[in-house]
């Protein structure tokens, strides 16, 4: 008979009545596959840490996520956010589903050319564009989301040296009942200077402008807001058609859809509060169509939303190097990935969950990283079974600007893999090593060690 494992007594705390919808019991099973795959498996092969994202899961959410939008309204476009997670096989996978792609920066604009988007599927957003971003979008027929009133003359500028009128819409910021108020981005609503704007485009003749842009907010947790927000949207396009008789190809509502991670500080959980698909597109679409826009010419809604389409299909999975006491008697379990690679640790309670069985004496738990930095900390306070070096743990829902926002510290990137809908795992990210690190650096000769 195999020797069981000691585990030592402790005092458990109960917590009786409705306060804990799980009862008396852990609130997860063991997290033992990814997709069918075993995760023992996968960190033996790819090392760990190790990221995994899900194919299936990625296709599967964003079907669901234009299921909302396409039975609801008669144009919808998706419009992949490269800054969520611009791996190529993430964006490729994206275009393949039929989504544009939206950029804010001339390297992710050149990553979308090069992956094959036409220059006419690209929206090019953000408050940076140089003079030669900007002609460039403008050759290949893409569409300028204009941020301020300096790009806009810019273009106004530029524009006779092409052959071809820019297109463009601007953004435009609001008051929708969200506090604070996302007004950095684009032109405001209230104090009329989104309607002095497109006065100015079209006055101007010289720039086509094609459509309206808003970014609420980030991960919105009402969907109220989205439906104001078409409204105001709605509101300046039928003013632009009164007054020019110019119809807009399309009103872009931007992003910032939650995903189902539970927000730090939060009382309830993420899959119990977040808004779903159906709730969003009921906001949006029921305010353009009630709107004073031409039934007959509906302009095309376009979703720019990001980190609700891929952070259910990402996975870390790690392994514990170790445990000890805090001075005050608290647990802590440190692991080998940290807040460098895990980058929204800061803003959510992530679920952490054992990777193989495990006892169910549970307590409370700090979870730290391998970083010597005080700062790396997982969970600081997490409900989990005692585990031992060289247990494994898998972090749920880290698809979204984790591996777009996590930074070289202290430790070397690790491996990405993606699992195929037939179950066979890719590697579509290498891990780092030394001389990718070092290769751009330069030492002065002067201060090269002598021999």
């Known amino acids: 008979m195999k020797k069981l494992n000691f585990e030592r007594p402790l005092i458990k705390k109960l917590n009786i009545g409705p306060s ?18 075993p995760v023992k498996d996968l960190l033996a092969e790819y090392g760990s840490p190790l990221f995994v994202l899900s194919e299936k899961t990625i296709r599967s959410t964003i079907s669901e996520a234009k299921r909302a939008f396409e039975t609801r309204y008669p144009k919808v476009q998706f419009a992949w956010s490269y800054k969520t997670n611009y791996l190529n096989a993430v964006c490729s996978l994206f275009h393949q589903e039929g989504s544009w792609a939206e950029v804010v920066s001339r390297f992710e604009y050149d990553k979308a050319l090069s992956l094959g988007v036409d220059g006419n599927r690209i929206i090019f957003n953000g408050p940076e564009k140089t003079e030669d971003d900007l002609n460039l979008a403008v050759e290949n027929g893409s569409l300028i989301h204009i941020d301020h009133f300096d790009e806009m003359y810019t273009l106004i500028d530029i524009a006779p040296k092409h052959k071809k009128k820019p297109k463009v819409a601007i953004r435009v910021n609001m008051d929708t009942g969200i506090y604070p108020m996302w007004d950095r981005f684009g032109f405001n609503y209230e104090n009329g200077e989104a309607w002095e704007a497109i006065n100015r485009i079209m006055m101007s003749n010289k720039l086509d402008m094609v459509g309206l842009h808003t970014h609420v907010g980030t991960f919105m947790m009402t969907a109220g807001a989205y439906g104001i927000a078409a409204t105001k949207l709605a ?8 007054k020019y008789n110019h119809d807009l190809n399309y009103i872009d509502m931007g992003g910032g859809f939650a995903s189902k991670n539970t927000l730090k500080g939060a009382y309830l959980l993420g899959t119990d509060t977040s808004p779903s698909f159906d709730d969003y597109a009921e906001a949006i679409t029921t305010s353009l169509i009630n ?23 990402g996975h870390l999975a790690g392994t514990v190097l170790a445990n000890k006491k805090l001075s005050d008697g608290r647990h802590a379990t440190i692991v080998d990935f940290g807040v460098n690679i895990l980058f929204t640790s800061f803003w959510y309670e992530h679920k952490i969950t054992p990777a193989q069985e495990f006892s169910s004496h549970s307590e409370t738990t700090s979870i730290y990283g391998p970083l010597c930095m005080n700062i790396d900390q997982i969970r600081e306070s997490v409900y989990l079974p005692a585990m031992k070096k060289g247990d494994r743990v898998v972090v749920s829902r880290v698809g979204a600007y984790n591996m777009t926002q996590w930074m070289q510290f202290i430790t070397l990137r690790p491996k ?3 699992i195929d809908k037939r179950g066979q795992v890719h590697i579509i990210r290498n891990n780092e090593s030394n001389s990718d690190i070092t290769g751009l650096e330069k030492i002065p000769e002067h201060l090269f060690l002598k021999k």
């Open 20 to 37: 804990h919808k799980f009862g008396l019991k852990t609130e997860f099973e063991a997290f033992t596959h990814i997709d069918d795959v």
């Open 235 to 242: 509101d300046l396009a039928v003013n632009l058609k009164r």
């Open 291 to 313: 709107s004073q826009l031409d039934p007959e010419r509906m302009p095309m809604l376009i979703l720019e939303t990001g980190r609700a389409l891929i952070d259910d299909a």
């Open 416 to 418: 990405v893999v993606m």
